[in-house]
């Protein structure tokens, strides 16, 4: 209650002391900083009453006053703080008709000497205790999340998981290394040709337990006569349990004090930003391809341009009249690029002379899928048909692919062993071999469109694909296992496979081709896919519902790093020749590029990038 409400023609503390001491009980609350009991026989023998001084009131008795500051003592009513006073028991205001603590008034600070974060020798100061670099935030809480539940498996399932023994230990000490905890044999001395006599339940000595302390010599060694071979001798072995300080077993130590790898940091941030407008937001066409001239090309609307990332400039290759750009793709070696127009033609141009060598029909659709093996060029087109290409020859297409039900919008080539995978609208995958007439492999396992497909630099016949907003998963191929019908050790050999290099992917229903290693849900909508060629890692590129790129570690698929910043699908993915920087884009009509592999800093060719910030 306030002060003001108490304010009468009697004494102050009188009032308030009869109000509590009928409505206070007895109670003991932890100690504050207030007036020490003696402080009130002070005011006793002053006879110095607060608020009451100047009020012009009639004297008070003497004794009366004495009563009154004795039943205030006993009520334990607060009075006002003495800064430099110790801390003293209070008795503490109870509401209703149970114990509710009332902590409104208490400095925990003052009351349990507790030091603030800058006060602390032990504690480090808030600069220091900022969140990790965003970089390596996922990798360190994953690093973290697998090495507690290593130690904690271990602590509690003991029996179960192997004991680590050091390696820096001698064949000797490896031999007498054991857990105290467990019943084992006694070690027996390497010196000695007999075994040291067993302990049996059936012949137990008379004394059970042994309190001799172990003597050392001057050597530092054990003393003949208290050796650890004794079976009633202590335990002698300083990696023992029983002389640590840890809460930890010694092999727990030793996981945890293992040098480990750092995870390694990927700028979370592109580098440079391009504006592209009329960068077209469809899931089936591939307008972005870097070549290995190390010139980017791009197709917006009706115009196809070119971006030097040594110079920087910005080029226009062509401008199609009546037509707009579906797919550009470059060739493997050389300057040649290949165009595909929403009317069904594919265009080849030379981008040094700034030329068209020549204008290829035959499709009745939009080619929104291009692909280079060396003179051999092929294209995939909504009108379901895949064409091969001989640009060496006067003919319009060498071999004509049926297969797909629905629009061809995957295409890529694994030159060294002369497959082709495709995927289409219809959610079906298939591979064939070099130019023949027929797929190889024919897959329905994904349930969305199949756009994004990349093979691997790494391993011969490993192909990754991803599925479409219903589907969002990528899956893993072995294209090296015949498909009419495989034996039983293929079989086995490519289980054995799918386990090792995925053991955290998702299981493969018992139905799933023996090609199909592993598969992995994303979440989210996959739209193009690339392998590293410096490491064994592949990126992906999401739409719906977070837009981002992803780097995942191979075969563990453990997520390197996240990276977003497009406010639209990554519809378009290419990699630079060396393999360091990948470049994306989006419907938000911007491209960005990521320092996604990168291994050394670079002293020239994408350093000077600063000087053009817009295609077009």
Known sequence: MADSELRTDVPVASTEQYADEVRTPTLISPPESKTPPTASHKRHHNGFV?????????????????????????????????????????????????????RSGQDLQASFSLLHDEGSPATPSRSAKRTPHHELHFQRTEEANKTYSSLLRSEMFEQTVPQAIPHNLSPTERTTFHDPTRSHTPPTRSTSVHPAPALTPSTPH??????????????????????????????????????????????????????????????????????APDLADDFYLNLVDWGSQNILGVGLGSCVYMWNSTSGRVTKLCELPDDTVTSVNWIQRGSHIAIGTHKGFVQIWDAISQRRLRTMTGHTGRVGALAWNEHILTSGSRDRLIYHRDVRQPDQWLRKLVGHKQEVCGLKWNSEDGQLASGGNDNKLMVWEKLNAEPTFKWSEHIAAVKAISWSPHQRGLLASGGGTADRTIKFWNTLISPHGPSSASLAAAAAAAAASNPTSLPTSPSAPANLLSSLDTGSQVCNLAWSRNSNEIVSTHGYSQNQIIVWKYPSMQQVVSLTGHTYRVLYLAMSPDGQVIVTGAGDETLRFWNAFKKKERTGGLGGMDSWGVIR
Do not use: C, W
Request: hydrophobic share 25%; aromatic share 8%; proline share 12%.
């Open 50 to 102: 607060p608020h009451n001084h100047d009020r012009g009131s009639e004297p008070v008795d003497p004794t009366a006053l004495s009563r009154a500051l004795e039943q205030f003592d006993q009520a334990g009513r607060a009075r006002e703080r003495t800064p430099n006073a110790s801390p003293s028991r209070k008795r503490q205001r109870v509401y209703g008709d149970r114990f509710i603590p009332n």
């Open 206 to 275: 008379k004394n059970l337990f042994s309190y001799a302390s172990p003597r050392y010599s001057y050597s530092g060694q054990p003393t003949p006569s208290r050796t650890p071979q004794s079976r009633h001798g202590p335990n002698l072995n300083a990696r023992s349990e029983i002389y640590s300080l840890s809460p930890v077993k010694y092999s727990s130590q030793t996981m945890l004090l293992s040098p480990r790898k750092t995870p390694r940091a990927v700028a979370k941030v592109p580098y440079k930003v391009l504006d």
